[in-house]
């Protein structure tokens, strides 16, 4: 059976989510999709990391809490994440980058994944820095180096929205995309209408693994910004900057705000939109609308999100899915590790070392 060795970058909620995957049902993934998983690499800022080239075994690590893990004198293990040495010279076939996403420049996640590029690894990534910031640029990197980089947990975690528009909306024109694009602003203003306060509700969507590092991001709008610009380059071919997307928050609206909102039968949500113009260029922004209870975006809720693309030829298209959420996300990577098989199947079997005869195991 042909199989992948995974470095997995930043060791956080999501990636050790991916390891739990692979530990739980890693048998009947392999049986399912034809391919075996394994990890040989782990780095992460605070862990240090951890190499060994046979897999590593992942219970251990899972056993252990995620404030309390240190790579530090395990066998491969080293108190210093050492990013670029695994990521350029420990032989993987997939580079699975999961730090913090960047608003500013993207770094150094860019950094991580254009060293996988180059050292010939396919990339996934549920990194929206590197993909809004640098996309085009790492896009051809990979070509050029004959490898993929796919990155569908950057818009609404596992659900399939970016993939949908690349495969099943090919033939129509789109003109424009709007929707609720952030999971944790999104179940920040539900909480408040029921009556919490707006602070306790963040610490919530920070246990419950929805929210950014550094929350601001959600709340501000600079998250749903770079999903904006991702949506906008993937799906209406444009070139956006952040600078090319206005970017208001949910910080503005107050608990009476949302309060009069549903007396007026109203509801307050952080809506992200693109949409091309006749001249072919494309207007974007992201700002907190009071919709009408009867809106198709109203009912999105909690950490429920929601992509809605407008066609020629059917309308409008929604997809509708968990927007945030750690399981969720690396599902979002495992679907990407789909792709990636279903690409490169054959290059794998030809030049990859990792590829074991199903014979030879009986
Ligand atoms: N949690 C979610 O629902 C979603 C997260 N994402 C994105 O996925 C990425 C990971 O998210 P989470 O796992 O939730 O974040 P997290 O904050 O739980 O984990 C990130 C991990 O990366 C590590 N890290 C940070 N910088 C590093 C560096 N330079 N080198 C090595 N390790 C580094 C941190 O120590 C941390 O353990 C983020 O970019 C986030 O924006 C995308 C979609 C949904
Ligand atoms: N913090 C983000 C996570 C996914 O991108 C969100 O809440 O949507």
């Known amino acids: 059976m042909r199989r992948y060795d995974l470095a997995l970058i930043g060791f956080g909620g999501v990636n050790r989510a991916l390891a739990e995957l692979i530990a739980e049902r890693g048998d009947e993934l392999a049986d399912e999709l034809g391919f075996a998983l394994r990890v040989v690499a782990i780095t992460d800022l605070r862990a240090g990391s951890l190499v060994d080239?046979?897999?590593?075994?992942?219970?251990p690590l899972l056993a252990t809490g995620?404030?309390?893990?240190?790579?530090?004198?395990?066998?491969?293990?080293?108190?210093?994440?050492?990013?670029?040495?695994?990521?350029?010279?420990?032989?993987?076939?997939?580079?699975?980058?999961?730090?913090?996403?960047?608003?500013?420049?993207?770094?150094?996640?860019?950094?991580h994944?254009?060293?996988a590029l180059?050292?010939?690894?396919?990339?996934?990534?549920?990194?929206?820095?590197?993909?809004?910031?640098?996309g085009r640029e790492l896009k051809e990197l990979a070509v050029r180096h004959g490898v993929s980089i796919e990155f569908e947990g950057a818009v609404l975690s596992g659900?399939?929205?970016?993939?949908?528009?690349?495969?099943?909306?090919?033939?129509?024109?789109?003109?424009?995309?709007?929707?609720?694009?952030?999971?944790?602003?999104?179940?920040?203003?539900?909480?408040?209408e029921d009556g919490a306060d707006f602070e306790a509700a963040v610490k919530e969507a920070q246990d419950l693994g929805y929210a950014e590092a550094d929350p601001t991001a959600d709340v501000e709008g600079h998250d749903v910004q770079l999903k904006v610009m991702i949506l906008a380059n993937e799906v209406l071919g444009a070139d956006l900057r952040p600078e090319d997307v206005f970017r208001e928050?949910?910080?503005?609206?107050?608990?009476?705000?949302?309060?009069?909102?549903?007396?007026?039968g109203l509801r307050w949500k952080l809506v992200g939109s693109a949409t091309r113009r006749s001249d072919g260029g494309v207007d974007a922004r992201v700002a907190p609308?009071?919709?009408?209870?009867?809106?198709?975006?109203?009912?999105i809720a909690g950490p429920l999100n929601a992509v809605a693309f407008r066609t020629d030829l059917l309308g409008t298209v929604t997809v509708s899915g968990p927007g945030a959420g750690r399981i969720e996300t690396a599902y979002a990577l495992l679907s990407d590790i789909i792709a990636i098989h279903q690409r490169h199947a054959n290059d794998a079997a030809a030049s990859s070392g990792h590829v074991v005869e199903e014979a030879l195991h009986g």
């Open 159 to 192: 659900t399939p929205v970016l993939r949908t528009a690349e495969r099943l909306l090919s033939g129509l024109r789109i003109t424009g995309v709007e929707g609720i694009m952030n999971g944790t602003s999104n179940f920040i203003l539900g909480r408040v």
């Open 53 to 59: 080239v046979e897999g590593i075994d992942l219970a």
């Open 249 to 264: 928050g949910i910080s503005g609206i107050t608990a009476e705000d949302i309060k009069d909102a549903v007396d007026k």
């Open 289 to 299: 609308m009071a919709l009408p209870a009867d809106h198709p975006l109203a009912g």
């Open 118 to 134: 180059e050292a010939g690894k396919h990339v996934c990534t549920t990194n929206k820095g590197p993909v809004a910031l640098r």
């Open 113 to 115: 994944v254009r060293w």
């Open 66 to 111: 995620p404030g309390e893990l240190a790579f530090a004198g395990m066998e491969g293990g080293n108190a210093d994440p050492r990013n670029e040495w695994v990521i350029r010279e420990v032989p993987a076939d997939i580079v699975a980058e999961a730090t913090f996403t960047n608003p500013a420049d993207g770094e150094p996640a860019v950094s």
